[in-house]
């Protein structure tokens, strides 16, 4: 039987707490996300919702990298337990720069296990980041330091491992290791990494959600510090016991988790990377929300990524993963059995990808319904404005988008939603010409206006570096 991340998180439980506790503490959870959720209100439809771009407003440089995460189905993504020509293929469709490798001593750290499955991922063009799962029971910090080491003179031995991630330790405040131990462990096996490889980055702490109790200290007291990650999902809640737009509703969030991440790293003078290390839709695994699959999926995630690429106080995150790459049974954005099969998430993150790079400038954006319809408004060094608007709901909305101060000619649409998706991705279709251009967004949709702008969309200043 296949382990995942869920069946630890249940076994840790299970096994740290007696029953009664166990059961009493997912009662009261499960008690508190269902009254936060019927306290919000279902929107509505409130009529046509109107855009505005203002290109001679900027707000911050995109600094993201594109990534996703690989566990549950390791063995596929190593090619162990079938052909992988095609996973592969898939990284590189979605300008993959990151993958996060879960490695676990006991379970796929062996060379002829967690060989292939590195492989696989340099193979892609992607970088491997090495997240170490946790501290084996009885191990000391001297003992797990030395097992780290090893394991990157193996593959230092193999490949240039410059540029390099590895991660301390995975969701350690809920894995059974409290805040004084964990500091203790980073700050034995950081610096010696460091020592060793001094261009391998190294980071943590990685919560399950943003946690200054956590972050705080970790930034404080810990040395050497090369990124910062947390991870967030919208709920952990049972499918049928939240509606979609609680989850939609909580998007923001991602960009709350950006501002608190930058905040603190200025606090305590961190020069560092910061990385969205997980997400996705609904955390909750018995059953899994089928929604994380869905059409939703895709207006979700993009909405997550507008978030993560310009936050509410304009800030910007280096990395994203989605939570996961492979898998056809839970996240994944394809099928682990046949991974021509993608799901509406990858297109969403492969539209991103394509068309929003290092380098672009973020755009002030206004809408007139921002709970029902967002947007991310980009120029890009070359004079180009693109501007990817978001549907959150499930109904056809009227859209009229203005961009002020331009006089575009020949612009297109990329457009995803269910029927484009039903038909094989994206569609491209003509938009038109002048500075207003109207669509129709089909329910939880995705659609990138890509246009040749003139100068003016990058305010007459010089454009940023990649």
């Known amino acids: 039987m296949r382990r995942s991340d869920t069946d630890t998180r249940r076994s840790f439980v299970l096994e740290t707490f007696p029953r009664q506790t166990v059961v009493l503490l997912l009662v009261a959870a499960l008690a508190l996300s269902v009254g936060a959720c019927s306290r919000s209100r279902a929107p509505s439809y409130e009529g046509p919702v109107t855009m505005s771009v203002d290109i001679s407003q900027t707000r911050n440089t995109v600094r993201i990298r594109w990534g996703t995460n690989e566990k549950d189905y390791w063995d596929f993504v190593a090619g162990i337990a079938g052909e992988n020509a095609q996973i592969i293929s898939n990284y590189r469709a979605l300008g993959n720069e990151v993958v996060r490798l879960w490695v676990e001593h006991g379970w796929n750290a062996e060379p002829e296990q967690l060989d292939p499955f590195v492989k696989a991922i340099v193979d892609a063009g992607s970088t491997p980041k090495l997240c170490i799962v946790k501290r084996p029971d009885g191990w000391s910090n ?3 330091a030395e097992w780290v080491l090893t394991l990157l003179g193996r593959y230092n031995s193999l490949y240039d491992i410059d540029g390099w991630y590895v991660q301390l330790i995975n969701e350690p405040n809920l894995f059974g290791m409290e805040l004084e131990p964990y500091i203790e462990l980073y700050n034995h096996v950081a610096p ?5 490889y001094p261009d391998v980055l190294v980071g943590g702490p990685s919560p399950e959600r943003y946690r200054e109790n956590w972050i705080d200290p970790f930034l404080k007291r810990c040395e050497p510090i090369d990124f910062l990650e947390w991870h967030r999902y919208a709920l952990w809640i049972a499918p049928d016991r939240a509606s979609d737009y609680h989850f939609m509703d909580r998007t923001v969030r991602y960009g709350n988790d950006v501002d608190k991440a930058a905040t603190a790293c200025a606090t305590y003078g961190r020069d560092i990377e910061l990385h969205m290390g997980e997400y996705n839709l609904n955390s909750y695994w018995d ?4 929604r994380c699959q869905s059409i939703m999926s895709a207006a979700y995630t993009a909405s997550v990524l507008r978030q993560l690429i310009d936050s509410p106080e304009g ?24 991974p021509t099969t993608l799901y509406p998430a990858f297109h969403a993150k492969r539209l991103f990808a394509e068309f929003c790079h290092r380098g672009d400038t973020t755009l002030t954006t206004a809408s007139s319904q921002p709970g029902n319809v967002e947007a991310l408004a980009l120029a890009t060094p070359d004079g180009r ?6 549907c959150k709901r499930d109904w056809e909305q009227e859209v009229t988008l203005d961009i002020s101060g331009a006089e575009i000619a020949d612009a297109v649409w990329h457009v995803l939603d269910s029927t484009t998706y039903e038909a094989g991705g994206v569609e491209t279709r003509p938009a038109g010409s002048g500075s207003a251009f109207e669509l129709t967004l089909h329910g939880y949709s995705v659609a990138l206006l890509d246009c040749a702008s003139p100068a003016p969309a990058m305010g007459g200043r010089t454009p940023p570096g990649p």
């Open 385 to 390: 404005c693109r501007v990817f608007l978001i």
């Open 142 to 144: 001297e003992h797990l």
């Open 287 to 290: 059953p899994v929300d089928p």
């Open 315 to 338: 800030n910007t995150v280096d990395m994203e993963m989605h939570w996961e790459g492979t898998g056809g049974e839970a996240w994944g954005l394809w099928d682990h059995i046949d």
């Open 192 to 196: 010696l990494v460091k020592e060793a």
